[in-house]
């Protein structure tokens, strides 16, 4: 259902150029939801590990100005690549990471456009104090790549990553209709995106409640984790999706009047969230860049704040009630809840088991792919859209030794054991301990889908 590109090690080594010591960087763009994953991940690819250093971008680059995490969405990293990147050995390697949303990443990749990421220089552990601007070299996504309008083609290939778990999360209101919500139906999401709001007596039943709502908060439509919301309710992509801003200062929902851009909800501004470069998140229809953007306006704990969102894992995560209880605000879809522990998952701080989705009870998820240029018959080439890459440096995930061999190896398809500094082997590595695992390994899922949103059926693997 996913396009893998399967080639041989000597395919992928004939006609491999001699390696010249010099610099070598990585472009990451896409989900905002698996941001996490990829900048834990990138932290292992270099032989100091999580001491690797690294150097953010600003509010005005995608990023932040203060608070720097795995969640920030603008940032670079740089130093010596471990002993299993084989290929790309003698160099020195940088990653730079800016976080746009999955069908913004795959465009961007697939059409080389120049985007600003940071540069690795600056403060280690804080803002970097330049910029490069670049084509990006991966494009992570939530949805595979034939949902959207750029299906990968040509010397572009799609690679399957994980399992992106999804959640249907209410605002932190402590009174009004959302205290009403402990479930969130197939039908009453299906009703309520071309609206963009759900009558509260969707809930209760009572016909006095018609004409009160319970809103949605809606990301752009290069969004992934839209993408899966949307497709789950057997929605194309570019069908009508009703988006209604919160005006996080002056408390009040309202329909877009412009397409400009803020922080938080300020009408009649369409958008909430970073405008990107040359506002390259403008151009995407109204509604939130980020998951993260919509996480920080649920928690605005006021009686007009009566909503919904279809968020990540990882983004509800932040949405916590008074005392500061992960995932406080998480209701089960259609009377089911992403974990065992089902309500536990409120104030949880340890493993997450996952098993409603690998079994296929739990339909919130999606397949995270990444879409990156190959030309297997060309491996001297450098990369498009990166004149420091080589082909056969970047390689696939079934190319040993190549920044993608190790970075997207795969159990799943090698049958082998993990391998560190993949990003499978971080989502083991998470399973224990605190916050837990905000994603799931392919060789862990039973059930599959066909198509994005679709179906779910055995087997997996």
């Given at each position: ?61 995608g990023g932040a100005d203060s608070g720097f995490s795995s969640k920030t969405a603008a940032w670079a990293m740089t130093g010596t690549p471990i002993i299993a990147l084989t290929n790309i050995q003698g160099n020195t ?22 985007l600003t990421f940071p540069a690795a220089a600056g403060v280690n552990g804080g803002l970097c104090s330049s910029y490069v601007t670049n084509a990006p070299t991966i494009g992570f996504s939530d949805a595979s790549s ?156 006021n009686v007009a704040n009566q909503a919904i969102a279809y968020l990540s894992i990882a983004d509800s995560k932040g949405v916590t009630n008074s005392a500061g209880q992960n995932w406080a605000y998480v209701v089960p ?129």
């Amino acid at each position: 259902m996913k396009k893998t590109l399967l080639i041989t090690l000597a395919l992928g080594l004939a006609g491999a150029p001699s390696l010249v010591a010099g610099n070598i960087d990585v472009y990451i763009t896409g989900s905002t939801a698996f941001r996490a994953n990829v900048y834990t991940a990138c932290q292992k690819l270099f032989t100091t590990g999580t001491g690797t250093p690294v150097y953010y971008g600003d509010a005005n680059h995608g990023g932040a100005d203060s608070g720097f995490s795995s969640k920030t969405a603008a940032w670079a990293m740089t130093g010596t690549p471990i002993i299993a990147l084989t290929n790309i050995q003698g160099n020195t390697l940088t990653v730079h990471g800016l976080f746009t949303g999955s069908v913004q990443g795959m465009q961007t990749v697939e059409q080389q456009t120049k985007l600003t990421f940071p540069a690795a220089a600056g403060v280690n552990g804080g803002l970097c104090s330049s910029y490069v601007t670049n084509a990006p070299t991966i494009g992570f996504s939530d949805a595979s790549s034939v949902s959207t309008p750029y299906p990968a083609s040509g010397i572009y290939v799609e690679e399957q990553v994980a399992v992106q778990p999804f959640v249907m999360c209410k605002s932190t209101a402590t009174t009004g209709p959302v205290t009403n919500i402990n479930n969130v139906s197939w039908e009453q999401l299906e009703y309520g995106i071309p609206q963009g709001r759900i009558p509260l007596s969707a809930w209760t039943g009572k016909i006095g409640d018609t004409n009160t709502f319970v809103y949605i908060y809606e990301r752009t439509s290069d969004s992934g984790t839209r993408r899966c919301e949307t497709a789950q309710e057997y929605y194309q992509f570019g069908d009508t999706v009703g988006v209604y801003i919160y005006d996080y200062t002056n408390n009040f929902w309202y329909t877009p009047g412009n397409s400009l851009s803020s922080v938080f909800g300020s009408s009649p501004n369409g958008i909430v969230g970073a405008p990107g470069l040359n506002n390259a998140n403008l151009g995407w229809g109204d509604g939130y860049v980020g998951g993260g953007d919509i996480a920080n306006s649920l928690l605005n704990n006021n009686v007009a704040n009566q909503a919904i969102a279809y968020l990540s894992i990882a983004d509800s995560k932040g949405v916590t009630n008074s005392a500061g209880q992960n995932w406080a605000y998480v209701v089960p879809f259609d009377g089911f809840w992403p974990t065992a522990a089902g309500a536990g998952i409120h104030g949880n701080t340890g493993t997450n088991d996952y098993s409603p989705i690998t079994l296929g009870y739990y339909p919130c998820w999606g397949v995270e792919v990444l879409v990156h240029p190959y030309d297997p018959s060309h491996p001297g080439n450098t990369v498009a859209g990166n004149t420091t890459l080589t082909y056969q440096q970047l390689g696939t995930q079934t190319l040993p030794g190549s920044f993608m061999g190790v970075f997207n190896y795969q159990t799943f398809i090698s049958h082998g054991s993990l391998l560190a500094g993949s990003i499978e082997n971080e989502i083991e590595l998470s399973k224990t301990g605190s916050p837990g695992a905000t994603a799931i390994r392919l060789s862990d899922m039973v059930d599959s889908r066909a198509q994005v949103g679709g179906t779910i059926s055995p087997p997996f693997n």
